[in-house]
């Protein structure tokens, strides 16, 4: 989880991290091949045609196509199977004529680009055609639909992953409890416009975490304040990480490389991955599932957009105690998100599966505009997007490890305020990305929380001094936590070899 050479604990760097982490942004030669291939990428093409039509459905048809994913065998990878299960819904429903017409504009503009195999298409229509009569449809819409998917016959193929994605989607969009009306077109285009502003020298990264943070003197104070969160935040499902210095901002490696050339957004974040996927393959490299390849190249040092996490919060207070010279008399940091927001005094969202580790595209890829973003809420702070896999690697079971997944801070002017009537300073949209890409709404340690007019999760955060470490890391080497014990692996002894005090005693 943690290594002294990068300011913010992300794993541990590697001298074969070099050959994987060529410079995507100033190369345009290399980002130009990167596009052209993915252009080429059906899987790319199919999951984003697999988000437009989740997020054009109305939400009884969303909620008909979940069922059937859920309840049928349509998750098989036959794809003949799927284009029936995914016909047979609309036979039991009713579609608004806007629906279908959204999903006929979907399916026209992937006409040439992608493939269905004919006997899946006259399929299809033959069930649609039996089902004529049972859809509320407009003739000509129905004649039109029909028509189009005729005349797509024979070009269009949908990869297998595809409807694993389309099943993603909706399931996250039933999940979601983003406010649509924080994220209108009006707000995004505020939004892009006050991220461009300077921020002030007094709101910085320290300045946010430090909102109603708890001081960390000794091993007493530190006990009570861990036991009084487990107690009163439990419900929220929280995960925690540790930063050796309370002015490190939470950002991921991948977000600092594409910052050192502009403003992160989520389509340069996007642009950087699919160029390290490109540039995998030119390595011999396996990029399927993506997530464990991410989770490979964080391993070695890479940019991505994964931050080391832990379920354990001693765990973490050891990342953000671990002796090291040149940081031990900076104060350091132990921070908890909620990955379940309280929507009534006694309720929090339910989120037990959140995602879906075993397709070959990122499933955030799919999503290609901020409103689509904003629906599942991504970025915005209404659910902490996690992944803890069953354990990689020797060191992630000893670390009880995962990733926080960062996503391209979706803050508007209305959340920033929301966030801002919550806290005891005013924040603006570009102070709290420049702070974190992590959202969430800093909150008391000792209280219980409340519902926030934006659904933002709940971050606890605790300050731990510096004269504190010390006796913190005697206390939680007595309890079995050292170098050896956190990093069990070899890449860790060499590590400790090379640090401050590998050779000296």
Known sequence: MSDNSLPEGDADTDSNSSQIDEPFMEDSEAAEEARRAADKHSGIVASTLGAKTAFQLDTNTRAELQKQFQTSASLQPEVLASMRAFADSFAR???????????QSTLAAAAGRITLPPETFADFQSTLAAAAGRITLPPETFADFQSTLAAAAGRITLPEHFWEQLHINTRLLSESVSIPSLYTAAQLEMRNHEQKSIPRSDRSAETFFDEHSAVITDVRSLLKALSVIQDKHHVHRLVWRGQQDTAWPVHSSLYRKVQESTQPSEEELIAAEMAGMHHAGRWGQNTSPALKFFADLQHYGAPTRLLDASLDPEIATWFATEADPALDEKDGRVVAWGRAVRTTARKVSDMDDPLSAGVDVPFWHS????????????GTGSRTWSWFPPALSDRMRAQRAGFLLEAA???TPKVAQVLSD????????????????I???????????????????PIFSLRITASAKPTIREYLERKGLSFPTVYPDRGGLVNYLKGPFGLSS
């Open 367 to 378: 999503w290609t505009t901020d409103e689509e973003r904003g629906l599942v809420g991504w």
């Open 439 to 457: 959202i969430g709404l800093p909150s008391r340690h000792d209280v219980r929380t409340k519902p926030n007019e934006a659904n933002m999760v």
């Open 422 to 437: 919550g806290v005891t300073h005013d924040w603006r949209v570009s102070e709290i990305t420049r702070a974190t890409s």
């Open 93 to 103: 429903i009713t579609l608004p004529p806007e629906t279908f017409a959204n999903l």
């Open 409 to 411: 801070p979706l803050i």
